[in-house]
């Protein structure tokens, strides 16, 4: 199969990863908040930025492994299956139609492929569980929410790349403000930020996700609080998603994971009730065991046409 690149854009990291086979042989992380440059910079200069820091964030693993013939990068935003365009990314304010492979391809002098982040990972979990059947469901919680499908083995992104994203899912009507410019998306409630917000509303104190997570633990109500109602905004889309596509294994990735014992309690509950009853018991959701990083091993393998 050779070597290939795999690279993981998330709201405020990047990691690349060298794969052979199915293992990650070399990785780097660096820490860049894409989302915080994207809402201090005017969009062009904000999409500089990015390609700087990507390129650099590459450099390493390609001069170790100067084998490594392609690369593909799983990226936070809408994917346009036919052009490969960046269409936007609700977390990634004022990035509209960019086309991240065609602009770093000539940079690095390798093929660029990319794909949505979450259907990476889809892809990534998949290929790490081959006895997962044919269909799987991956839910990513980061600073947003993603969502990848995996269906008969494949893929699948839908007409205009939209498919699965789950993270836009309306779970409260006129709620809060989102970055794709709706009100009331799940994301706004399930993901690290949403936690966040919740957090401080509740308790008037700015805290990031993980933090939260440390005072849900030692018992503070209101972080409690907080992570009971993103699981349950994220069982009940689930359990809506689960009747549009009706698949048997569900895995939960992304940063939020360590905290899923916080969720799992009121997650499985709502999930329960609010599933289609004869789905009840016969859907198996399960927390990424990969170590995060079937993004990486997903888009890698995407990439090089495995
Ligand atoms: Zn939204």
Not at 111 to 121: C, G, K, S, T
Request: charged fraction near 15%; hydrophobic fraction near 45%; charge should be negative.
């Amino acid at each position: 199969m050779g070597l290939h690149i795999g690279v993981d854009i998330g709201g405020t990291n990047l990691r690349v990863g060298v794969i052979d086979g199915l293992a990650v042989i070399h990785e780097t992380r660096v820490h860049a908040d894409f989302s915080l440059i994207c809402k201090s910079n005017p969009p062009r200069l904000a999409w500089q930025e990015i390609l700087r820091i990507t390129c650099e964030a590459l450099m390493p693993a390609l001069q170790a492994y100067p084998a490594a013939v392609s690369i593909g990068i799983g990226f936070p935003g809408f994917i346009d299956p036919e052009s490969g365009m960046i269409a936007q990314s609700p977390n990634l304010p004022g990035l509209r139609n960019v086309d991240l492979a065609g602009d770093l391809s000539p940079l690095i002098g390798r093929r660029v492929v990319i794909e949505n982040d979450a259907l990476a990972a889809a892809y990534g979990e998949y290929r790490l569980h081959p006895d997962s059947g044919r269909h799987l469901i991956y839910l990513g919680l980061g600073t947003g929410v993603g969502g990848g499908l995996i269906l008969n083995g494949k893929p699948h992104a839908g007409q205009h790349g939209v498919a699965m994203e789950v993270g836009h899912l309306v779970v409260e009507p006129d709620g809060r403000l989102c970055g794709c410019g709706n009100r009331g998306c799940m994301e706004q409630y399930a993901s690290a930020s949403g936690v966040s917000i919740t957090y401080h509303e509740r308790a008037g104190r700015q805290c990031d996700a993980d933090v939260i997570a440390g005072l849900a633990a030692s018992g503070d109500e209101d972080a409690i609080f907080a992570y009971a109602l993103a699981a349950n905004t994220l069982a009940q889309a689930l359990a809506h998603i689960l009747k549009v596509v009706d698949v048997r294994e569900v895995v939960i990735g992304g940063g939020m994971c360590k905290a899923w014992p916080l969720m799992e309690g009121a997650f499985n509950q709502r999930l329960q009730k609010d599933l289609i009853p004869v789905l009840r018991g016969r859907v198996r959701v399960a927390v990424s065991g990969t170590a995060d990083h079937a993004g990486i091993i997903g888009a890698a393998l995407l990439a090089a046409g495995h």
